[in-house]
């Protein structure tokens, strides 16, 4: 933890792996009381509620360089073979959706939502080939279903409702990132050979290239500025 008003390192916390990509379980205007790591290939829980900042290890498998989605109702975080929603609150997983069962490889994958936080989005490749998924998330579990999860991290994986890509990214060699713009556009660095310059795709949700950028060598991240 680094002190913004000097600079300094305030707080160290070491986890159980390399430190990836990570979120707090609320936005600025809403009290934040977790944040959610991804470290190694599982993901960590920190308290923010206090000055101990208790670490939780969640077996749930996570990728370093997916940031974890805090959406309205869960957290989502993205691995190579699954889709998993945590309870906001404890860090418990509540769904599961296991895309190796569907031939998805998530290994760069990278996941975005909506400004409504309605969809979710993620690159992926399927039968080889570079993909964008989507999975609704409007319709929220029940309360019954998230506080039966209780404070175990077994639960049962299903297959992703929609398998289908929603468009297939043939420009592209190498993707390196994918995110949603706030206007519902894709965008998609592509590295290519990793040695000249790099590009960015911009795709609809139907899968039409509405624009190419010529960037630098291997573009890594998008950011946009709202």
Same mark, same amino acid.
């Given at each position: 933890f680094v002190d913004t008003r000097t600079d300094k390192i305030?707080?160290?916390?070491?986890?159980?792996?390399?430190? #990836?990509?990570?979120?707090?379980?609320?936005?600025? &205007?809403?009290?934040?009381?977790?944040? +959610?790591?991804?470290g190694g290939d599982r993901v960590y829980t920190v308290d923010l &509620? #206090?000055?101990?900042?208790?670490?939780?290890?969640?077996?749930? $498998?996570? &990728?370093?360089? %997916?940031? @974890?989605?805090? *959406?309205? =109702?869960?957290?989502?975080?993205? =691995?190579?073979g699954a889709l998993t929603g945590l309870a906001r609150e404890t860090g418990m997983p509540v769904v599961r959706y296991a895309l190796d069962e569907s031939g998805i490889d998530a290994s760069g994958g990278f996941l975005s939502v909506d400004e409504k936080q309605e969809r979710l989005y993620f690159n992926a490749k399927k039968d080889g080939r570079h993909a964008v998924f989507a999975l609704s998330i409007a319709t929220p579990p029940g309360e019954d279903e998230t506080k039966a999860v209780g404070t175990g991290t077994e639960i049962e %994986?299903? $297959?992703? $409702?929609? @398998?289908?890509?929603? +468009?297939?990214?043939?420009? !592209?060699?190498?993707?390196?990132? *994918?995110?949603?713009?706030?206007?519902?556009?894709?965008?998609?660095? /592509? *590295?290519? /050979? !990793?040695? =000249?310059? !790099?590009?960015?795709?911009?795709y609809d949700l139907g899968g039409k290239v509405l624009n190419t950028f010529a960037v630098g060598v291997g573009p890594s991240e998008l950011f946009f500025l709202r």
């Open positions: 305030a707080k160290e916390i070491e986890l159980g792996g390399a430190v #990836g990509r990570m979120a707090e379980n609320g936005t600025m &205007s809403e009290k934040q009381t977790k944040l +959610f790591v991804a &509620s #206090g000055t101990d900042n208790d670490v939780q290890r969640i077996d749930v $498998p996570a &990728s370093v360089h %997916s940031k @974890p989605i805090c *959406a309205a =109702s869960l957290v989502w975080v993205l =691995s190579p %994986s299903t $297959p992703l $409702p929609d @398998p289908t890509p929603l +468009f297939y990214c043939d420009e !592209g060699e190498t993707l390196t990132h *994918a995110a949603l713009s706030r206007q519902g556009t894709m965008y998609v660095c /592509d *590295a290519r /050979d !990793g040695v =000249s310059a !790099g590009r960015i795709y911009e």
